[in-house]
Every structure is written in structure tokens, then in C-alpha cells.
């Protein structure tokens, strides 16, 4: 009989490698077959992993630390030479002038000109990104914790002082101020500021440090518990950042840290909302989405995905075969890394946990309630209908600007279909502050609260791969639309695609798009309804 993953958390048997402790089945799958993807991407001419993308070999940073930590796990043949290459080539390109914004963060690629000379002005973001000091500091914290007895003491003593930089450069941020957006409510970058912190304040005993990392933990915890869920909602990319950055405060830290203390509750509570909304059929999480790199898991790579395959087995995951192939392909560098903390987070939930994520439950709705200052002026309330074969989710909210922090990423609804042999999506883009929503089995009602006769109802949809070619709502494959409500029921339809159209493909997703206008005399509240029926 095939174990699974619970029974064989904590009772490491011999592994494929005995230079690396053993991992259950899955966990060991995700770092084999990752690493002999990211193997071939790296250059060990520069000690850079190349970029994923068409980028004429330019080479890239976060994904070259996370490879390096891979390397010191497998320590195999020349690994830990060339982790030690690439470490002090990412602590060379590290930005040390304290009086510069960018100060501790990391350079995005080595071939880049100088951040803030006139050629190369500094934009935050673009020609440099704050959240880098956390997804290289956190990996350079888990090689020292878990192999330094792998890598000599002068490059312990690189990252100690590395880390340093990160630490005190991650302090220069504020919300709102300089174009920085860290708040509390953007969950990944502030829980791993949190840690990193907390963390080396502790290895060099700086007592300020420390209580800087307590202290900004505290406003995250007490953000996290006014509605049990991630200010950063259900997002298949940062929900898995998230996770990580909760295991690393449940993994390294001692008791006496507020983090430690909390982050078990945390992540148990954020992979109950993940359960309830985590389509096994679909092999999706179900709409809506904070931040979406796309609205089928089955086409592009995300980092819950990695986590699925690390619990469920790859042909349960949402990743295809080479996933490598996916868009968004460059987070398969995240997977050593989660292959590392897979079993340590596994241990913190229920018995069984996992198995139920394999199969439909069968239809249910999933409530939540989301909170994200100061874009959210008040909680969001998020409503989501499972059935086998169609999804609909979509949520209440009033915030300071369309779409809130991220407003190329986030969908306020979201629907989902089996559509023969691919996933079928129907997405609302934003264009209101406020909308409200009522999600109920097979119907979705929206409404603008403050529109007017200019507002616009506008979706985007998948492509088809049997029906290549749209005229209207009565073309889409396996899904009937029924239109209601106070617009124009004939839509406007436009196309989006890679080689041309009416526009952009949205997060390399071609698309087609429907607008549904209001009459020109309208007065009131502006109002769709929308029966689907597959």
C-alpha cells in the first residue's frame, strides 16, 4: 500500500542521495525534477541561472539564490563550489550606499547599468525591487540554517553581513511614502521583512533588531486575525509566498518570538480557506483573485502549485508534466526551496489534511472576509460557489483606487468551467471602486454602487482551442450565458491576442472581451446578472 504524505512526515527513510536527508516521495520528486530543469538554465561560466524568459541570455537573480540553496541540499559532485560562486556573485551585486533608497536590496540582473545614473534612473519596481532584500535574504537564512556545515566559514560570514544590509535596508520602507507600497496587508514581502529581522537580530544580538522584527510581526498577526485570512487573498502565486514566509517563522525562530508562537494558527487557517476553494477536478483555485498571473492554473506556473505538487503528487497538482513549458515559468526556481520546508509545514496540519484535496467534495460555497489597508476602506466580503463542473466567485468592496493595490492583477470576479479538454474562465476587469456582489448556485449579480451611464460591465475570456473563433455569447463551448439586469444585453466584442486585435493579451493570456455598456439616458445603480449553466 502507497503511504501517504502524513504518515511519512517526520520518519525520513534512506534517501536517492545520502548527502541530504530523505523526503516523503512527492517532496523528493519536486527537488529532483526541478533541479534537473534548473541545472540546464544555469551558466556556471558567470554562476547565474539565465533568465526563463526571451531575454538574449540576460542572466537573473532571485532564481540563481534559490538554485543555490538546491545546490548545497544536493551537495553533489561540484554543487557546493559553484553555491559558493553564485553567493558571493549575489552579495557582489548587493546595493551597500546606505544614503540610496535601494540600499541592501539586490541588483535584478548582473548585466544592468548603474540603478540611478542618468542612463539607468532609479524606479522602484523597474530598474530595482525592495522585495528582493526579503526572497534573497530568506533563502540565504535556510542555507545557513540548515547547511552550514556544507559552506565555509568566510562565506557564512558573506551572508551574516549580507543579511545585515537587507535588514537595515528593508527599514527605509514605509507605505505610501517614495512610491513604496509595504504595509502589513501586503502579506509576502511584510512577512519576510518580519522574519529576517526577528531572525538576525538574534545571530549578531542586536536586541534593536530583534524587537523591530517582534514589533512589525505584531501589526501583521493583529492585521491577519480581524478576518482569519491573508490581506493578500487567494492568489495562486503570493498565497504560496505567503505560506513560505509563515513556515520560515514557525521553522527558525525560538518560542519566545511572537512568530512562532503564531504562525502555525496562521498557516492552518490559510490552508483551510485554500481547501475550500482548491477545485481537485478543475485542478484550480476558484475566483476571485488578488493577484492573478492568470485564470487557469493549468497554464501557467504558480507556486501553489509547487505546493500541491509537494502534497498531492504532480497529476494532482494544477502543473503539467514539464511545467517548464508553462507561462510565469521562471517560479520553478521557487521549488528547492519549498522542497525544503514542505515536510516541516505538512506537520503542522490535521492528520489526513491532504487526501481530501485530491477528490471533489462535492458542491459547497466558501465564505471569507478580507481586509487590506489603506486600499480597502472597508473588509471585503468574498463568496465563492464550487460545483464539479463550474465555479463562480466574486467579491463586495470599496477601495481607494480601481483595483485596489494591484490593478493588472486583480480580479473581483471570476468564473470557471470544464470546457472539453482545457479550463474555460470568465473574468470581471476592474473599472469601480465599489461593487457589489451576490454569488449563488449558477448566478452571478453585480452592481456599481456609484456608476452611472458610463459605466462598463467588461469581462475577459479564455480562448478555445475547439472553437477558435467568437460572434457572440452563443459561441462559447460548454457554457450557457443568460444576460439580466439594467445594461445593454448585447455585448461588444473584441478580441486580444499575442499576434494582434483590439488589444493586449492580459498576463499572456489571449482573450476575448466582452462589454456590456449602460443605455445612454440611464439613471441609478448600474446592474448585471449573469446565468450560467454548463
Not at 239 to 267: E, H, R
Not at 509 to 516: A, E, G, L, M
Request: glycine share 8%; charged share 20%; net charge negative.
Amino acid at each position: 500500500m502507497r503511504p501517504t504524505l502524513l504518515t511519512l512526515v517526520g520518519s525520513f527513510a534512506a534517501g536517492v542521495f545520502a548527502s541530504y536527508p530523505a523526503k516523503t516521495k512527492n517532496v523528493q520528486d519536486v527537488f529532483d525534477t526541478s533541479m534537473a530543469v534548473l541545472d540546464t538554465y544555469y551558466d556556471p561560466s558567470a554562476g547565474y541561472i539565465y533568465d526563463f524568459s526571451e531575454a538574449a541570455l540576460r542572466h537573473t537573480v532571485t532564481e540563481t539564490a534559490w538554485y543555490a540553496l538546491g545546490l548545497v541540499m544536493r551537495n553533489d559532485g561540484n554543487d557546493i563550489e559553484e553555491a559558493e560562486k553564485i553567493i558571493n556573485n549575489l552579495v557582489r551585486g548587493q546595493f551597500k550606499d546606505k544614503s540610496k533608497q535601494w540600499y541592501g536590496t539586490y541588483q535584478k540582473y548582473p548585466e544592468e547599468p548603474v540603478v540611478g545614473s542618468d542612463v539607468y534612473p532609479q524606479r522602484i519596481y523597474w530598474t530595482w525591487d525592495p522585495n528582493w532584500r526579503g526572497f534573497v535574504g530568506t533563502t540565504f537564512v535556510m542555507i545557513l540554517e540548515e547547511y552550514s556545515d556544507r559552506i565555509s566559514n568566510e562565506t557564512q560570514e558573506l551572508i551574516v553581513e549580507s543579511l545585515r544590509h537587507a535588514v537595515i535596508g528593508d527599514t527605509y520602507r514605509v507605505g505610501g511614502v517614495d512610491n513604496d507600497n509595504l504595509y502589513p496587508g501586503y502579506s509576502n514581502p511584510a512577512i519576510m521583512r518580519a522574519f529576517t529581522s526577528g531572525w538576525l537580530g538574534r545571530r549578531i544580538n542586536d536586541e534593536n533588531m530583534t524587537r523591530s522584527g517582534e514589533a512589525y510581526a505584531n501589526e501583521i498577526i493583529e492585521l491577519f486575525n480581524i478576518t482569519n485570512t491573508l490581506s493578500e487573498f487567494n492568489s495562486g502565486t503570493y498565497t504560496g509566498i505567503s505560506l513560505f514566509g509563515l513556515t520560515l517563522w514557525s521553522t527558525y525562530l525560538p518560542k519566545d518570538s511572537v512568530m512562532a508562537q503564531c504562525a502555525p494558527n496562521m498557516i492552518r487557517k490559510t490552508w483551510n480557506s485554500v481547501s475550500e476553494l482548491w477545485h481537485p477536478g478543475m485542478r484550480n483555485l476558484a475566483g476571485p483573485w488578488d493577484r492573478a498571473y492568470g485564470w487557469d492554473m493549468n497554464r501557467y506556473f504558480s507556486i501553489m502549485g509547487v505546493w500541491f505538487w509537494a502534497y498531492l503528487g504532480k497529476e494532482h497538482s494544477s502543473l503539467i508534466k514539464h511545467a517548464q513549458a508553462m507561462t510565469h515559468s521562471k517560479d520553478h526556481a521557487w521549488a528547492p526551496v519549498i522542497s525544503v520546508l514542505a515536510d516541516k509545514q505538512a506537520a503542522l496540519l490535521p492528520e489526513g489534511f491532504f487526501e481530501k484535496l485530491k477528490t471533489f467534495q462535492g458542491e459547497h460555497t466558501s465564505e471569507n472576509k478580507v481586509y487590506y489597508p489603506p486600499y480597502d476602506l472597508e473588509i471585503r466580503n468574498v463568496s465563492t460557489w464550487l460545483s464539479r463542473n463550474l465555479t463562480i466567485g466574486a467579491q463586495s468592496i470599496n477601495q481607494m483606487a480601481v483595483g485596489g493595490p494591484t490593478t493588472t492583477a486583480f480580479t473581483p470576479a471570476g468564473v470557471q468551467w470544464t470546457a472539453g479538454d482545457q479550463i474555460g474562465f470568465w473574468i470581471l476587469r476592474p473599472t469601480e471602486k465599489k461593487l457589489q456582489s451576490v454569488v449563488s448556485p449558477g448566478k452571478l449579480s453585480l452592481t456599481y454602487p456609484e456608476g452611472t451611464n458610463q459605466s462598463v460591465f467588461e469581462f475577459a475570456m479564455s480562448t478555445f482551442r475547439s472553437k477558435p473563433m467568437m460572434n457572440s455569447l452563443d459561441d462559447i463551448p460548454n457554457l450557457k450565458i443568460s444576460v439580466s439586469g439594467n445594461v445593454n444585453h448585447a455585448p461588444n466584442l473584441t478580441f486580444a491576442g499575442v499576434n494582434g486585435g483590439a488589444g493586449k493579451p492580459l498576463q499572456s493570456f489571449d482573450v476575448w472581451i466582452f462589454r456590456f455598456s449602460m443605455p445612454k439616458c440611464f439613471k441609478g445603480k448600474p446592474t448585471i446578472t449573469l446565468d450560467f449553466a454548463v
